[in-house]
């Protein structure tokens, strides 16, 4: 069964892509969101699916996607993610 959730998004040149979406994240705070995607690709020889993960923001009512840049938010958000394989195991 197949339970991918295909989205939509334009990168800031304007050019549109299909990615799989993964989840969604809150930060701590619930002042900040964050979108898990993958665009299908694999590294490595254990053929590692890659995942991207960006800031949403909400620019008067259009949605986008920012990178992340600022490592304390990088550890911010390996902790959410922490929270969620927790869960799993």
Do not use: C
């Given at each position: 069964?197949?339970?991918?959730?295909?989205?939509?998004?334009?990168?800031?040149?304007?050019?549109?892509?299909?990615?799989?979406?993964?989840?969604?994240?809150?930060?701590?705070?619930?002042?900040?969101?964050?979108?898990?995607?993958?665009?299908?690709?694999?590294?490595?020889v254990n053929k590692d699916i890659i995942i991207?993960?960006?800031?949403?923001?909400?620019?008067?009512?259009?949605?986008r996607i920012q990178e992340?840049?600022?490592?304390?938010?990088?550890?911010?958000?390996?902790?959410?993610?922490?929270?969620?394989?927790?869960?799993?195991?």
């Amino acid at each position: 069964m197949d339970d991918k959730k295909m989205i939509e998004i334009i990168n800031s040149e304007g050019i549109k892509n299909q990615v799989e979406l993964v989840t969604f994240l809150n930060s701590e705070d619930d002042t900040r969101q964050y979108i898990v995607y993958t665009k299908g690709e694999t590294q490595g020889v254990n053929k590692d699916i890659i995942i991207y993960i960006s800031r949403i923001i909400n620019d008067d009512g259009i949605i986008r996607i920012q990178e992340i840049e600022e490592d304390t938010e990088w550890v911010d958000v390996q902790h959410l993610l922490k929270k969620i394989a927790n869960k799993i195991d």
